[in-house]
């Protein structure tokens, strides 16, 4: 079956980095767009970043833009996303997702496969 595997999370301090990866198992990685998202207690799955299968094109929400950077290698079916300058309200779950489309990348419940989650916590 599939799988999703997240790492990499932690503490961090406001203006630290990490770096979290996503592997996975039972699928056809490189036919997939692969998001991450966040999730803050309380709060909606939010959108951070995805790429398409070729590396060619990456959406990513403005309030990231500059700091993180979504990368693929298909060689080893993982994602990675790294966080640089890292603030409090950064804060959340973070999930990676899989999706066979390649439009409406926001959108979570176009996702047909999640990870478990990793937390991400920045303290001030």
């Known amino acids: 079956q599939v799988q999703l595997v997240e790492s990499g999370g932690g503490l961090v301090q406001a203006g630290g980095s990490l770096r979290l990866s996503c592997a996975a198992s039972?699928?056809?990685?490189?036919?997939?767009?692969m998001g991450w998202f966040r999730q803050a207690p309380g709060k909606e799955r939010d959108f951070v970043v995805a790429?398409?299968?070729?590396?060619?094109?990456?959406d990513v929400v403005d309030s990231v833009k500059g700091r993180f950077t979504m990368s693929r290698d298909n060689a080893k079916n993982t994602v990675y996303l790294q966080m640089n300058s890292l603030k409090p309200e950064d804060t959340a779950v973070y999930y990676c997702?899989?999706?066979?489309?390649?439009?409406?990348?926001?959108?979570?419940?176009?996702?047909?496969?999640w990870g478990q989650g990793t937390q991400v916590t920045v303290s001030s």
């Open positions: 039972g699928l056809t990685f490189s036919r997939y767009t």
């Open positions: 997702g899989a999706t066979i489309l390649r439009s409406a990348v926001r959108d979570p419940n176009k996702y047909a496969y």
């Open positions: 790429v398409f299968w070729t590396n060619s094109f990456t």
